[in-house]
């Protein structure tokens, strides 16, 4: 029979070793700038208006490609199905430029793609350093936990914006930043104002907080480090819920729904009814802070078919057509079509048909299909891993999750030009990539190996 040793009294004490920064902490890094500063906030003295959030992605971008070239720094290897279908949209992205490298462009159009080609292979960088570089349940559940306090500041901002009609972002410049082009973050719709936050637009703002909401969700259902802990994270929810109603957005609501109806699938019975009773709870107090909102949400889709912005997204149709079928394939070239030059499509769909062809959009639907995958694979696998009971569920809970998020991408695509925004384009990756790095580590627990809780790579 063994018998239980009591801990000697230096097991007791032995302190536990400091983390040292890894690449989950500059994702976290990139998270807190993206998040935290306003959309339109970028570095000076640079050829191209770029964030700084681009800067440190485009570092993680080099850093991953330092850790391929070694076997001692952590960084996973293999297939993956988000990092297949990332390189794939990569090898897509340089056939696009390639290809409109070869035709004529104005100079501004060729000015404008090349500073979009920066921006994309920095959201590529991104999600492979996620991907292959955040290497453990804590990790992720690390990450998770700063994009979830990065949106209740962005929230916040948005909420000052709303009661007080005062716009803090303004000073929020720091030193070596300047304004690019300045938005009124601050709108009215159905005589009430409709807020921003620290992104661009209202549309954004609402869009953005409905991605991010299940992630909040699943923080704080999964909280076990006691009440106080679990209530901040409930705040948390609040805050994002509350600034996804004033951004005033049919967008924002319909991207609610795709996330709701995914969620309710995978919930308890239980959990569906709670939810539903703090939901109606939560519109009572939006009814009595602002009296008018959810009247007003309730007419944008009474009304829809004699809305201005519902047929302004319709009547640009002919034009689009036209400009797809000059170059169906491989488009005319990423970011070479953009205001106030070209006419606006409120339509990622068609702004991706037109910049890079039906090859260019199946590309970027194949990164958020592989992600949808890698979280139902994460079900699945879950089910027969040797983790903890407690462990697992929590895996399942936030593939769930994560697949609500996802979820709310295809509707939106279609309601705005989602790309053009660079905070919910930069959550877009940042959820895809880190389902590519959950399945990794259910995936490697299924089949036997160790995980590695403090990979550096």
């Known amino acids: ?34 998040f935290g500063l306003p959309a339109t906030l970028v570095l000076d003295h640079l050829p191209m208006a770029l964030r700084a959030s681009t800067i440190v992605a485009l570092g993680l971008g080099v850093l991953w490609f330092c850790t391929q070239m070694t076997t001692t720094l952590g960084a996973a290897k293999g297939s993956n199905p988000v990092r297949t279908a990332v390189f794939v949209y990569a090898c897509v992205v340089l056939a696009v430029y390639g290809k409109s490298s070869f035709t004529y462009l104005d100079g501004d159009e060729r000015a404008s793609g090349d500073h979009a080609m920066v921006i ?4 590529i960088c991104l999600a492979l350093a996620i991907c292959d570089g955040v290497r ?11 994009m979830v306090v990065g949106a209740c500041w962005v929230s916040f901002v948005g909420i000052v914006q709303y ?3 005062f716009d803090i972002t303004g000073y929020l410049q720091l030193p070596g930043m300047q304004f690019g082009e300045r938005y009124d ?25 409905a991605m991010m909401l299940p992630l909040a969700l699943h923080v704080a259902f999964t909280e076990t480090r006691g009440r106080r802990w679990r209530g901040a994270w409930w705040g948390c929810v609040a805050l994002i819920a509350t600034g996804l109603m004033f951004s005033a957005s049919r967008s924002a609501i319909l991207a609610l729904a795709c996330t709701g109806i995914v969620l309710s ?3 308890t019975a239980r959990r569906r009814l709670w939810t539903v009773a703090a939901g109606l709870v939560f519109l009572v107090f939006i009814k009595l802070i602002s009296p008018g909102l959810l009247g007003a949400l309730v007419s944008l889709f009474r009304n829809a078919g004699n809305d201005d912005s519902v047929r302004y997204r319709t009547h640009d149709y002919d034009t689009a057509r036209e400009a797809i079928s000059a170059n169906p394939l491989l488009g005319r070239g990423i970011g070479t079509w953009y205001s106030p030059k070209r006419v606006v499509f409120d339509n990622q769909y068609l702004l991706t048909l037109v910049d890079s062809g039906i090859i260019g959009l199946a590309a970027v639907l194949g990164m958020v299909f592989a992600a949808m995958y890698c979280v139902r694979r994460v079900v699945v696998l879950s089910r027969v891993s040797p983790a903890p009971v407690g462990t697992t569920s929590r895996d399942r809970d936030l593939a769930l999750s994560l697949g609500a998020s996802l979820a709310a991408i295809l509707p939106t695509y279609a309601t705005f030009d989602f790309a053009a925004f660079s905070t919910v384009n930069s959550l877009m990756y940042l959820v895809v990539g880190v389902s590519g790095a959950l399945l990794r580590v259910v995936a490697t627990e299924v089949a036997g190996d160790p995980v590695d809780e403090h990979a550096v790579g």
Not at 120 to 123: D, I, T
Not at 136 to 146: A, C, D, M, N, Q
Request: hydrophobic share 45%.
């Open 120 to 123: 994309v292979l920095s959201m």
């Open 265 to 267: 699938f995978g919930w």
């Open 185 to 209: 973050l601050v709108l009215v719709r159905e005589g009430l104002p409709r807020v921003s936050g620290t992104t661009q637009h209202p549309i954004e703002f609402g869009v953005f907080s």
């Open 1 to 34: 029979m063994t018998t239980l040793r009591e801990p000697s009294t230096d097991e007791h004490v032995r302190p536990r070793a400091p983390r040292t920064a890894d690449a989950t902490t500059l994702i976290a890094l990139f998270v807190v700038l993206q």
């Open 163 to 165: 009661l007080f009609l």
């Open 136 to 146: 453990s349940r804590e990790r992720i559940g690390f990450l998770l936990r700063v």
